[in-house]
């Protein structure tokens, strides 16, 4: 079982300098704000999806890695039942309350605080830590906590996740847990979100706490939620990298959700339960919304009409197929109008066979949503395409035949633009920015460019090789940004176009 683990020195970091540097500036801002020294740090990265975007609540797999941005927490413990929180940056500001009976946090999901984020962290850990107590009323310490954030903030990086998982993991180790297994953090973590009212799936949290330097994570989700490594080969004569461009318009997860994130999850429910109306078979209903979902209604179809195992999430050969006959079995079971039209509610309920009260009671009462119509070929069928890119990527990355380094480069690129289409098309959660960026870099040196994490805004990834790299650069600052953004400093710039690497994951340190 593996264990966050536990630091007592700067070792996690790939630039131990700079690392501490930023702990000393940590450390005495800790130290005037709270007249104490800080007794632990947790840090919990943000991440990069390289493919596989909304298909998590379908519990398909994604191929994320963590990134170097991250959120850390230095943190005393007091003797006191308050919990007094401050930000190293001072654009967020200081709060202080008492622990609620029982652990208890109350959260307003009427405004939008980053205060929130982290009573979300603290309420699953404090649920979890009375779970695993033996009696079931528990005594929880007050606290300090100074936070610093490195992630941009609605870059589509996951700086929500980061601190969440940053608050959970602090929370644990601050009422008496030190040996915490990346499982139980993950379980606890992938719904602090919804406390928020954003149906989030699993990709961000599971990705922060499982990251390793150097390796991508393809993220499974059945049985349970857990992250695979995976390498990327040592292409030659120039090494593969990595850029992240952010588009600098920001996408706010929270105040948007209901139009785009909590949309999506439940235009992927309507589909899944009228696919399974429409070929009369019964599915499992274990979505967020307690609804059937997208792989449910593939197992079930290919098992009881060809006798095909269930999706395992390991298999390359299968998934190709799997994929490719849920491609095929969308265009067969939507018609041409609902194609083109997608539905209303009241055309959805009907082709459930309900009410559209019971429709709104069972999809629209969990999570705030906003919309005309539902669109639900097209998302199904992003689905199955981009959880058939996934693999594609995979079976790349596996094949030892990369005889050809340029071509590996080439065939992984064309997967990833592939991708960036069905976010135009299929989840519509690209944008004219997105667009431009893509244009300009596919044009200047990258082999593949899309949107990354949810979007509707936020970074776009790039793959390139070293040689490529300084020209790639060059054209998007000054192609996007110095066009876009005219004052925009060098610094400004250094933060909006980062070469990245995979890193560790979420980790204690006690130094
Ligand atoms: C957000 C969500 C994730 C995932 C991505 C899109 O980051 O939090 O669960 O759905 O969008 O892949």
Redesign the pocket.
């Known amino acids: 079982m593996s264990l966050i683990p536990i630091y007592s020195d700067f070792s996690f970091s790939s630039n131990q300098n700079d690392c501490r540097k930023r702990f000393n500036e940590i450390n005495q801002l800790f130290e005037s704000r709270f007249e104490s020294k800080p007794s632990f740090y947790t840090r919990a990265p943000g991440r990069v999806?390289f493919i596989?975007?909304?298909?998590?609540?379908n519990h398909f797999s994604?191929l994320p890695m963590a990134i170097q941005a991250d959120m850390t927490a230095a943190v005393s413990i007091r003797t006191d039942q308050l919990i007094k929180i401050s930000n190293l940056d001072s654009k967020f500001e200081d709060s202080s309350f008492e622990i609620p009976q029982n652990g208890q946090f109350t959260i307003d999901k009427t405004i939008f605080s980053w205060t929130n984020y982290v009573k979300c962290g603290f309420l699953v850990a404090s649920n979890f830590l009375k779970e695993n107590s033996p009696n079931s009323a528990i005594t929880l310490n007050g606290l300090n906590v100074l936070f610093h954030g490195t992630v941009p903030s609605g870059g589509?990086l996951?700086s929500s996740?980061s601190i969440c998982v940053c608050s959970a993991l602090l929370f644990l180790r601050a009422n008496g847990m030190s040996k915490i297994t990346k499982k139980d953090l993950t379980k606890i973590s992938v719904v602090s979100?919804h406390y928020l009212g954003v149906n989030?799936?699993?990709?961000?949290q599971c990705a922060s706490i499982y990251g390793e330097d150097s390796k991508a994570l393809l993220v499974h989700y059945k049985p349970d939620i857990h992250g695979e490594t995976f390498s990327f080969p040592n292409i030659k004569p120039s090494p593969m990298k990595i850029l992240i461009s952010n588009t600098l318009v920001e996408a706010n997860?929270f105040e948007t959700a209901p139009v785009n994130?909590n949309l999506r999850v439940v235009e992927f429910a309507v589909a899944s339960e009228i696919l399974a109306v429409r070929t009369g078979f019964d599915l499992p209903k274990d979505s967020n919304l307690k609804t059937a979902t997208l792989k449910g209604f593939l197992d079930t179809y290919l098992e009881k009409k060809l006798g095909w195992a269930h999706w395992d999430g390991h298999n390359v050969s299968h998934a190709l197929k799997y994929f490719a006959k849920g491609l095929e079995l969308i265009e067969q079971l939507f018609d041409e109008n609902e194609k083109k039209n997608g539905f209303t509610t009241e055309e959805a309920a009907k082709a459930l066979n309900i009410s559209t009260d019971e429709f709104a009671s069972r999809f629209l009462a969990s999570f705030p949503v906003r919309y005309e119509k539902l669109k639900l070929y097209k998302r199904s069928k992003h689905v199955y395409f981009e959880s058939l890119n996934v693999f594609k990527v995979i079976e790349l990355l596996t094949s030892n035949n990369t005889t050809n380094d340029f071509k590996f480069m080439e065939n992984l690129g064309s997967i990833i633009n592939d991708s960036q289409q069905t976010s135009i098309t299929g989840i519509e959660n690209s944008t004219p920015e997105i667009e431009i960026v893509c244009e300009i870099a596919l044009k200047n040196g990258s082999y593949g460019s899309r949107v990354t994490?949810?979007g509707w805004g936020g970074c776009v990834i790039h793959i390139t090789t070293e040689d490529k790299i300084e020209k790639l650069y060059t054209a998007l600052s000054e192609e996007y940004y110095k066009k876009r953004f005219p004052g925009i400093s060098e610094n400004e710039l250094k933060d909006a176009l980062i070469i990245t690497q995979p890193s560790s994951g979420a980790l204690l340190i006690e130094l």
């Open positions: 999806n596989g975007d909304h298909i998590d609540c994604s589509g996951s996740a979100e989030t799936g699993g990709l961000d997860k994130y994490g949810a």
